[in-house]
């Protein structure tokens, strides 16, 4: 069973930084891609940041020039580097992977989550 463990949340004024980490139990070369979702309280939970096996990124417009996502791939670990924060961006933020069985049916992982706090 894929594990993915999140870390690096915590409570920061606006304008302040954040560094999410993600860890994989397995090599992350074997996922098609990883990314970073959130919640906020009362919405439904959106994409912020993916990368690709191949390195290829994608962001959310609220999140442009102000949000990095990179991996290390000798540490198993996708990182979130969040910059200029604002209470817009408060929420749980969780840690997605996908992959393929050998049937070809993809799978999709969640890590448990780490909470960020803007404070205006």
């Known amino acids: 069973q894929v594990q993915l463990v999140e870390s690096g949340g915590g409570l920061v004024q606006a304008g302040g930084s954040l560094r999410l980490s993600c860890v994989a139990s397995?090599?992350?070369?074997?996922?098609?891609?990883m990314g970073w979702y959130r919640q906020a309280p009362g919405k439904q939970r959106e994409l912020v940041a993916t990368?690709?096996?191949?390195?290829?990124?994608n962001y959310a417009d609220s999140v442009k020039g102000r949000f990095t996502i990179s991996r290390d791939n000798a540490k198993n670990t996708v990182f979130l580097q969040m910059n200029s924060l604002n209470a817009e961006d408060t929420g749980v933020y969780y840690c997605?992977?996908?992959?393929?069985?050998?049937?070809?049916?993809?799978?999709?992982?969640w890590g448990q989550g780490t909470q960020v706090t803007v404070s205006s």
């Open positions: 990368i690709s096996s191949g390195g290829s990124t």
């Open positions: 997605n992977a996908d992959d393929y069985n050998t049937y070809h049916v993809p799978r999709n992982y």
């Open positions: 397995r090599s992350i070369f074997r996922f098609n891609g």
